[in-house]
């Protein structure tokens, strides 16, 4: 295999990854975040906090592994992004500080202050890093204000509240409604009575705010923001040369694969359909049906993202022609065979006992279960 | 304080406070998966209720280790981009095979080892308690070989195309004979801390006579697993000091305070108070030959001493000038032949280049002073090494002496233990925490000047950040840590004194009189 195949099949395993994440510890985080929306009582709150509880550590692991496949497969793009989004970078970190700790340590003390407490930070914990990855790729679409020099330091010109701009969060609203809606579908498939029957009408609502967004999100795209465009060649079997090709930044460019490939729309467009099904099948009750839906819908805004950038994973706002792409940030021939291997062997392992570990712990809980095993449960 | 000096406490911090309740995962794990297997094997519900309750304590524990473990992977690239770009290409490989083949199963199974008693067979839930031990050890691994490689980076080379350190060897970067040997050390201090853990808490009931079968058994498991812990702790770090002697030659020079090479075999010095202003160790106590034994296996190489040590770096330095102005000259266009192949000559001693860079602005002509202050900087302070490593070794060689004893008395199954081996082992349960502190500090501390070894100096390695936000995040990682390891250490308290009546199974002490709480 060359070097322009595995540059490309990485670029596929990053997205990947990225979808894993979204579609497992996008529920969870989802269900967090509607902690205290749906459970109206502790034991309800605890129904919830125990769906997810033999879950949510293995879930967390797409993102650990996100972040590590970035560092090995693009360790500029790691470099560039996690140091280029400092402050808004660590504030998920804080956030996603108080997630196992809340989770593990909400039920050992049996004092409603604690707990409450606990439950807040864990909402908190998970809506934070939910917004915020919104806002990341809300700011990766529109350019990030960065440059190198000529030993390939990165000097980063941003700040926060730059990151905080109307289109950043309209991908940041959007993002945190998908994981919230996720958290809905979720809690039909694995709640029984009062809980199941909010979350069947908030995923039904969701969703569709979701497909709305998503649209309007399009739509800005079109007319607001300005797409960036390699018009050199890039030699996509050779070594890195980052900051050598010329790149220009063209209204509309963000749509020129679309035009190039019209098949593409399909991608856009499940993720509306995705988004209209979930809404559908929780009000019909088909809880099996409006999961998948949501999950569906998910991975298609993240690939719609993805194809629209394509080949850029990280444009420069500030020097067009130091954008980072999907050719020319990545790690060398060996590493990205290196590790294609290890991700073929590891990839479907971890699938299948994921799997298996879902089906362990099949079925639906009620307040009932909790009771009576008080002592082991969150 | 400038931003290397802000980002190195900011990791400095969040290394040592991870590393307080990783050695503690990494025991406890294989003793939980002894307890059941002895509870499979069995059939005694006794050992069920200590893998629970045992399980319950390593739970607490976890989950500060996941949540500090976050901040590791963060932090490279929100603080040290440019060495995430600079060797990100080797360092990040470990890292992302970690994930996918270790943190992946220990955390899907730490959800199943918990949730899962009831809707698996005994043999089911015991295979998950194995891998979820094997993986916590595998994840070592692969932070180890991570970590081995910043120490000595072999299996790679520079390009100065790409302008970054590039795989060669995936194979030399894995067997890295530094990491192999601080896998084994490292891990074998985690059984060490799991053990001193269980056996303290245990020594603690035994004390207070109560629940005496239960803690009785714990004490045995914990003193038979804890003695084979440190019995590979002290002879694999005896094997680091023979690694270091090869390959990390400052590092062990600093350590033992060694300012001129001595004739060989080198003395060992016992203790000391090495001066940095006169380059010696005032009432140094030594022991003729150790030394040389120790770190080459033989009576007639020579350990090198500090001065000369120094010495061979002003020269790599001097190189280091030309790869430096060589490389800059490629970069900015010259791909002449001849360009190419002096600074092919030099490349090996580029990291020199790099780290004077941080002492002058203009490296090819740099004064004699500034070459000066870099060929200084290439050696670390001696005493925080020397007092860190003695301190390690200290605790130690107390935790051997406690194990021995714990496991003789376990052995000769005496019922009742004496009150001071008791005492002995509560108050040693800080031990394997302050020894693995040091233990890293030695190692970390030790690799500077250097991100990577002679390779790439730690002031490059940082991100463009302002000194604001950096104080900013380390402020509120301090705060936010303390309040947490405040919270963890007083549940784990209460749960301890709790003990196994906190499973509320009705067979414990304590458990009429108790208050019902979750």
Known sequence: ?378 | MDIVDLSRMQFALTAMIHFLFVPLTLGMAFLLAIMESVYVMTGKQIYRDMTQFWGKLFGINFALGVTTGLAMEFQFGTNWAYYSHYVGDIFGAPLAIEALMAFFLESTLFGLFFFGWERMSKVKHLAVTWLMAIATNLSALWILIANGWMQYPIGSEFNIETMRMEMTSFAEVLLNPVAQVKFVHTVSAGYVTGAIFMLAISSWYLLKGRDLPFARRSFAIASAFGLAGVLSVIVLGDESGYEAGEVQQVKLAAIEAEWETQEAPAAFTLFGLPNEETQHTDYAVKIPAVLGLIATRSLDEQVPGLREIKENNLKRIVRGQQAYDLMQRIRAGDKSATTLEAFNAVRDDLGFGLLLSGYTDDVLNASPEEIAAAVEATVPKVWPLFWSFRVMVGCGMLMLLLFACAFWHSARRTPDKPKWLLKFAIFSLPLPWIACETGWFVAEYGRQPWAIGEILPTHLAVSSLSVSEVWFTLISIAVLYTIFVIIEVWLMTKYARKGPSSLHTGRYDLETTHVQEA
């Open chain 1, 1 to 378: 295999m060359d070097y322009e195949a595995l540059r490309f099949i990485w670029w596929l395993l990053i997205g990947v990854l990225l979808i894993g994440f979204s579609v497992t510890d996008g529920f969870d985080m989802g269900v967090a975040a509607l902690l205290k929306v749906v459970g109206k009582n502790n034991d309800e709150r605890r129904v919830m906090i125990n769906t997810i509880a033999p879950h949510w550590d293995g879930n967390q692991v797409w993102l650990v592994t996100a972040g590590g496949a970035l560092f090995a497969a693009w360790p500029t793009v790691y470099a560039a992004s996690f140091s280029g989004f400092y402050l808004a970078m660590m504030l998920t970190l804080f956030a996603l500080f108080l997630r196992p700790l809340a989770l593990e340590y909400r039920s050992k003390i049996d004092n409603e202050q604690w707990r409450s407490r606990w439950d807040w930070l864990l909402t908190l914990g998970s809506a934070v890093p939910a917004l915020i990855f919104g806002v990341a790729f809300g700011n990766l679409l529109q350019g990030v204000p960065f440059q190198f020099d000529n030993l390939l330091r990165l000097d980063y010109t941003g700040n926060l509240l730059g990151l905080l701009n109307p289109f950043a969060l309209l991908a940041g609203v959007l993002s945190l409604l998908m994981f919230v809606n996720h958290g809905a579908a979720y809690l039909q498939l694995k709640s029984e009575g009062q809980i199941k029957a909010r979350s069947e009408r908030i995923a039904s609502l969701l969703s569709l705010t979701c497909a709305v967004l998503f649209v309007l999100g399009g739509v800005w795209l079109w007319l607001g923001v300005d797409g960036y465009q390699v018009v050199s060649v890039i030699d996509t079997n050779g070594a890195n040369h980052t900051t050598d090709k010329v790149v220009e930044v063209v209204s509309g460019a963000w749509f020129n694969n679309y035009g190039k490939q019209p098949l593409l729309w399909l991608v856009p467009a499940l993720g509306v359909i995705g988004f209209v099904l979930c809404s559908l099948f929780s009000r019909l009750t088909w809880h099996v049906s409006a999961f998948v839906s949501s999950a569906l819908a998910m991975a298609m805004v993240l690939v719609t993202t993805g194809i629209s950038m394509f080949p850029f994973v990280m444009p420069s706002s500030l020097m067009p022609n130091h954008s980072l792409t999907m050719w020319d940030a990545t790690a060398s021939e060996t590493t990205l065979s290196i590790m294609f291997v290890v991700a073929c062997v590891f990839v479907p392992l971890i699938l299948a006992y994921t799997a298996w570990g879902y089906f362990v712990m099949r079925g639906r809980l009620n307040e009932q279960q909790i009771r009576d095993n008080t002592h082991s449960m969150y």
